[in-house]
């Protein structure tokens, strides 16, 4: 099998990155101009990170919106909307439940001895309970614009389906509607091509700034966590795909 050209990028990039935070590392002593290095070579991964993050909120509105108008049969859009809703809840609280098992069985951090903050130190972070109520309204998006902004993709979800259900309610009307966000969809998903063409300089960047500032021995650390988290994710597959049967029926299997 052909290996794909972006596999290839990544991986090259991978061991450039590897050479290229070890030479820096081995040539220079001065903590503080490794940590700069660090920083400024690791703003590659931020700039694709971010732009992951910039193309999330239109690609899952406007696909969702096509693929529900485009279903025609109110009760059919009805039936999957209801379905699609209960799959996202399901699969969201799976994921969280087995990543919390996980995290507790393999302690993924204790191998990369990092020194722990200070006890009283704050993280920015107000951890406070959820009730029931809390969850359902947040669920519920106050503004579409703001749910885009945030990248709540829950409720951009919930007004995707709304929106998606009052256009195949209008039928002819709605299909200039339709057809322009189908174009959008399109558009989006050439500018996530665009956005993965980048991600070899992102792991470039990522992996020369981790060995400029930890040094070659944290390959087998991080090795070990990317096996872990490999290893986690196809049990959350197996568990999906039998979450799936039970919603969609035996063809998912």
């Known amino acids: ?36 290095f660090a920083s400024n070579i690791s703003i590659l991964t931020d700039i694709f990170l971010r732009l992951i993050k910039m193309i999330i909120a239109p690609l899952v509105f406007s696909t969702l919106v096509v693929g529900i108008a485009k279903m025609g049969d109110s009760q059919t859009v009805g039936r999957v909307g209801i379905k699609a809703m209960a799959w996202f809840m399901t699969a969201s609280l799976i994921s969280l439940a087995l990543g919390l098992v996980m995290v507790n069985l393999l302690k993924p951090g204790v191998g990369l001895n990092l020194p722990l903050p200070d006890i009283t130190a704050k993280s920015g972070i107000s951890a406070t309970a959820i009730t ?21 993709i829950l409720q951009l979800v919930v007004f995707s389906l709304f929106f ?30 665009y956005v993965m063409n980048f991600a070899p300089f992102a792991v470039f960047g990522a992996i020369a700034a981790l060995i400029a500032k930890q ?9 070990t966590f990317v096996g872990e988290v490999y290893g986690s994710i196809l049990v959350l597959w197996v568990l999906l795909l039998i979450m799936g049967s039970l919603f969609l029926g035996r063809r998912v299997l």
């Open 164 to 193: 998606g259900v009052a256009a195949s309610g209008m039928g002819e009307k709605a299909k200039p509607v339709v057809a322009v966000m189908e174009s959008i969809a399109n558009i989006m998903l050439k500018v996530t091509g």
């Open 1 to 36: 099998m052909k290996m794909n050209k972006l596999t290839a990028m990544i991986l090259i990039s991978m061991l450039v990155g590897i050479l290229t935070g070890h030479l820096y590392r081995s040539n220079v002593t001065d903590p503080a101009a490794i940590a700069a």
């Open 215 to 223: 040094g070659l021995g944290i390959l087998l650390t991080y090795g």
């Open 132 to 152: 029931l109520k809390d969850f359902v309204t947040h669920a519920i998006p106050k503004s579409v614009v703001e749910a885009m902004a945030t990248n709540e």
